[in-house]
């Protein structure tokens, strides 16, 4: 079994940042992609970055140049560096961890944190 907790999140000024962290506990970190999405009220889930077990990222175009996701796989811990707040930042943010197997089926495997809230004021 896998579980992921968040923390990090609170209350910022737009401009101001923040820095949320995941620890995952369990074995498959190492093998695992791990990513952040994030929901606002309303809102469809959407993702925000994720970081491949190889270091490859990718981002949201809508926060490209200001977050950056980052894993420490000594600590099992993913992190987003989130700068430049804006206000359309506002939302709970969700840990994923994703992984497949092919033996003895095929199968994706999907963990997912509580998730943390995330406020930018204007």
């Known amino acids: 079994q896998v579980q992921l907790v968040e923390s990090g999140g609170g209350l910022v000024q737009a401009g101001g940042s923040l820095r949320l962290s995941c620890a995952a506990s369990?074995?498959?970190?190492?093998?695992?992609?791990m990513g952040w999405y994030r929901q606002a009220p309303g809102k469809q889930r959407e993702l925000v970055s994720t970081?491949?077990?190889?270091?490859?990222?990718n981002y949201a175009d809508s926060v490209k140049g200001r977050f950056t996701i980052s894993r420490d796989n000594t600590k099992n811990t993913v992190y987003l560096q989130m700068n430049s707040l804006k206000p359309e930042d506002t939302a709970v943010y969700y840990c994923?961890?994703?992984?497949?197997?092919?033996?003895?089926?095929?199968?994706?495997?999907?963990?997912w944190g509580q998730g943390t809230q995330v406020t930018v004021s204007s």
């Open positions: 970081v491949t077990s190889r270091d490859s990222t």
């Open positions: 994923n961890a994703r992984y497949s197997i092919s033996w003895p089926r095929s199968k994706t495997y999907d963990y």
């Open positions: 369990g074995t498959i970190f190492s093998i695992a992609t």
